[in-house]
């Protein structure tokens, strides 16, 4: 039997660290994944964390916001002493629940959905009055979790575990295979993702991104894809496995020529 991405190159733009696991779902479905990094994560410094840290010592409920939060978040945790008991642990969706729980943290609480309105529809956030939260992020993000949780009552602090950069890439190796009709689709997980894509690529590879079908596991990140420029966008389901299943139904129902 065929597999569905066979002869199909996909561009997955994940910080290296979390390339990996699109890279190899990618090549189950019979496809080649060319891994081009388009966002760097970096921890920030210990002593950024002192005040956060002594915040999350009295709290009542800690949300991570991504799996960076909790990968990044839960190494300074642990290095002082880590999550009381007491605590009450949620997860902006499954996989930063899985994320979590690789780093030991088991039953955090997650929606279903991968964004914030989804935890914050949540029952277990709607009674929050004189709750002392705790929410583990990179530095600057949405407001939207901490406004609508103040506004319910809860007195919020965040820990900013981690800094979101533009890496330093040569996007020749890139440039040359796109130009090859080498690159079938673009992964992205962030419209901060896209910019830095666009800026590294320059104006002849900004051409290239334009006309290539590009594939976003939200729909606020289709928007944003669509806002720039780009000339087929497709919303898919959340996180690496929501990808998949977008490039594989979006391959499937194609005829003719690839595009």
């Not at 779902?25 to 080649?32: F, L, Q, R």
């Not at 009381?84 to 780093?103: D, E, Y």
């Not at 440039?175 to 690159?183: P, Y």
């Not at 894509?197 to 006309?211: D, F, K, V």
């Amino acid at each position: 039997m065929t597999q569905p991405l066979a002869g199909r190159t996909i561009l997955v733009t994940r910080p290296a660290h979390q390339a990996g696991r699109l890279a190899q779902k990618v090549a189950a479905a019979g496809g080649e994944a060319f891994v081009f990094p388009a966002l760097g994560i970096e921890p920030v410094a210990a002593d950024r964390l002192v005040e956060g840290l002594a915040y999350l010592a009295a709290a009542d409920i800690v949300i991570f916001v991504s799996p960076n939060a909790a990968q990044f978040g839960m190494a300074a945790i642990h290095a002082g002493g880590g999550l009381s008991g007491a605590l009450r642990v949620f997860a902006v969706g499954p996989g930063t629940a899985r994320a979590l729980a690789a780093q030991g943290v088991e039953g955090a609480i997650a929606p279903d959905g991968q964004d914030s309105e989804a935890l914050l529809a949540l029952p277990d956030l709607q009674a929050v009055a004189g709750r002392r939260v705790v929410i583990v992020r990179g530095v600057g993000g949405r407001p939207l979790m901490a406004d609508t949780l103040r506004a319910r009552g809860a007195d919020v602090h965040f820990m900013e575990c981690y800094r979101r950069t533009c890496p330093h890439a040569d996007p020749a190796p890139l440039l040359a295979r796109w130009q090859a009709e080498g690159i079938d689709a673009v992964t992205v997980a962030s419209a901060e993702t896209l910019h830095n894509l666009a800026t590294l690529l320059g104006e002849p590879g900004g051409r290239l991104l334009a006309a290539t079908p590009l594939f976003a596991p939200h729909e606020k990140i289709a928007e944003a894809a669509r806002r720039f420029g780009i000339a087929h966008v497709i919303a898919t389901p959340g996180g690496d496995d929501g990808l998949l299943d977008g490039l594989v139904n979006w391959f499937r129902n194609k005829t003719g020529s690839k595009t």
